[in-house]
C-alpha cells in the first residue's frame, strides 16, 4: 500500500497516512461526521471540497499497475461526474461516478483513455464500495465487490499530487456526499 486513509477519527486539518509511509493529507472543506460503523467519514459539499494529498516518488505513473478502493456514499446523483480521486496532472488518472441519475456509471480515465461501467442501479444514502484495478494494462472495477468493467486501458499517466472528491487541475466535477476508506 502506498496510503491508507480509514478516516475513522476527526483528526482535524490533517489526516494521517494509516500505510506507514507518511503521505499525510490536508482537509480542505469536507467535514468529519461518525459513521454508524463507529468510525467516520468525510462529507463533501458537491461546490468545492477536497482532501488534497502532495506529490509523493510512491505514488505510481506511466503505465504502472495500481489499485485504488473506497467507500462512496452519494447524496446526489443528477449532474455532471463527480470525482471520487484524481491527480493534479493534465495526462491525469480520475475515478468518478459520471452522471445518469438512478443509472449513473463509474468511470475511469487514464491518461487520455477512458473506462466506463453499464449504467448501474444507486440510491442516494447507501454505502458502495468500489474498486479500481490496473493489472498488465487492463483495469477492471468493481463494485460491492462484483466485476462491473473491464478493459484495455493501457495508457500512460503523470505522477502528481492527489485530490479526493474534487477534479484537481481545473476544480471541477465536485463529490457530493460521503467517502471513506480510500
Known amino acids: 500500500k502506498i496510503l491508507e486513509y ?27 461526521e461518525s459513521t454508524q460503523d463507529g468510525g467516520g467519514a468525510f462529507r463533501f459539499d458537491g461546490t ?24 462512496i456514499m452519494p447524496d ?10 484524481c491527480n493534479q496532472t ?18 475511469a480515465y487514464v491518461g487520455g483513455a477512458a473506462l466506463q461501467t453499464a449504467p448501474l442501479a444507486w440510491t442516494t444514502g447507501s454505502w458502495h464500495h468500489v474498486v479500481y ?10 463494485r460491492d465487490g462484483l466485476q462491473v468493467a473491464s478493459g484495455s ?4 499517466f503523470s505522477r502528481g499530487a492527489l485530490n479526493v472528491g474534487y477534479r484537481s487541475y481545473t476544480g471541477e466535477h465536485p463529490w457530493n456526499g460521503l467517502i471513506d476508506e480510500l
Open 48 to 71: 468545492n471540497d477536497y482532501i488534497y494529498v502532495p506529490d509523493s516518488v510512491d505514488f505510481p505513473s506511466g503505465t504502472s499497475d495500481f489499485t485504488v478502493a473506497a467507500w
Open 133 to 142: 484495478t490496473r493489472l498488465g494494462g487492463v483495469l477492471t472495477v468493481y
Open 90 to 107: 493534465e495526462n491525469h488518472f480520475q475515478f468518478a461516478l459520471d452522471n445518469g441519475g438512478a443509472s449513473a456509471r463509474l468511470n
Open 6 to 32: 480509514s478516516f475513522d477519527a476527526d483528526t482535524g486539518a490533517t489526516i494521517p497516512d494509516d500505510s506507514g509511509l507518511g503521505n499525510s493529507a490536508s482537509v480542505n472543506g469536507p467535514a468529519w
Open 76 to 85: 446526489v446523483l443528477a449532474g455532471d461526474h463527480r470525482v471520487i480521486l
Open 153 to 156: 486501458l493501457s495508457n500512460s
